[in-house]
């Protein structure tokens, strides 16, 4: 049993320093992309760049933000109704998905963050521990999903980026999107991965949550897309498998909203005369899509506590 229980620890420990050795590289090596594309662009380009966004180019990603962080929510909202059904109100599932989504993308870590910030919330409901575990292991299912998704179309529509060689892969993800949904339609209310067990969506429920994860990608891309010179962004086809590879890198880094990995990356797809513009937009949409929910999330979880220490001293 012993030696069982030392060879169990070995793996778990080897495990984990490869997750943090893949990181650190990772961030290394945006570290080392920023340095070396930063290093060669003139600020006064950047500040020229950032001026001369068209306004209602701003306008546009500001709503096309919303629409992104809507969908966001409406993860939550499905995952929570999934795991404790009529346990919790519309207005506190959509309150724990804004907050939770818009702190998290600022701050990282989702697992670690996302968990505490809707065991916060969903706490005052009634919602057990194990039973938020089940939402998050939900909803980054959902988020999963809609990578998919987008990526699937963005293959099958052929941008120059894949070379000829994205319907393949396409084709596949679709073949994976509807055996998924044909095991969702059979008799299976729950998964079981070893000890843990979580209920599951039905196929109608996932196909909508497939539906959403498009429509929030699309909003997300298009938040970063309408910041960028038209001339420089290429067709809106085009853009999306950069802009998801970066949102993956960034996630896959572990920093704080994916900074530095999100931009290395992005930066990388574009030409080096081109690159201050690109930089331009990333500054822009770091802050309309990243501090702007962060903002608001902030003052809305500080008003929540403050109800909830005068509720309970009173």
């Not at 999934?82 to 870590?109: D, E, Q, W, Y």
């Not at 999963?144 to 099958?156: D, E, R, S």
């Not at 729950?190 to 909508?208: C, D, I, M, Q, Y």
Request: net charge positive.
């Amino acid at each position: 049993m012993t030696e069982v229980q030392n060879t169990t620890g070995a793996r778990t420990m080897a495990a984990r320093a490869a997750k943090y050795l893949l990181t650190a590289a990772i961030v290394a090596g945006a570290a080392f992309l920023l340095h070396r594309y930063i290093a060669r662009m003139s600020w006064h380009d950047v500040r020229d760049a950032i001026e001369r966004i068209p306004r209602w180019h701003v306008v546009g990603s500001i709503a096309t933000t919303l629409v992104s962080w809507a969908c966001l929510t409406a993860y939550d909202v499905f995952a929570v109704d999934t795991v404790a059904p009529g346990k919790v109100s519309l207005r506190m599932r959509i309150f724990s998905g804004f907050t939770t989504h818009a702190i998290c993308n600022a701050l990282g870590f989702h697992a670690i963050t996302g968990t505490a910030l809707r065991y916060r919330v969903l706490s005052t409901q009634g919602i057990s521990a194990a039973d938020v575990a089940r939402v998050v292991g939900l909803v980054g299912f959902a988020v999963g999903m809609g990578f998919a998704a987008v990526t699937c179309i963005a293959l099958l529509w052929e941008p120059s980026i894949a070379q000829g060689w994205g319907r393949w892969p396409g084709i596949v993800l679709i073949v994976l999107f509807v055996l998924l949904l044909r095991w969702l339609a059979g008799k299976h209310d729950e998964l079981k991965v070893w000890k843990f067990s979580t209920p599951v969506p039905s196929a109608r429920s996932a196909g909508a949550q497939i539906v959403i994860g498009v429509v929030e990608m699309i909003g997300a891309t298009g938040a970063m897309y309408l910041l960028l010179p038209p001339d420089v962004a290429g067709s809106f086809i085009d853009f999306a498998p950069i802009y998801v590879g970066a949102i993956l890198a960034g996630i896959v880094s572990n920093t704080p909203g994916g900074i530095g990995a999100f931009e290395a990356l992005t930066l990388a797809a574009f030409p080096q005369e081109q690159r201050a513009q690109v930089l331009a937009a990333l500054l822009a949409y770091r802050v309309i899509y990243g501090l702007g929910p962060l903002a608001v999330a902030s003052l809305a979880l500080g008003v929540f506590e403050m109800r909830r220490r005068v509720g309970a001293s009173s």
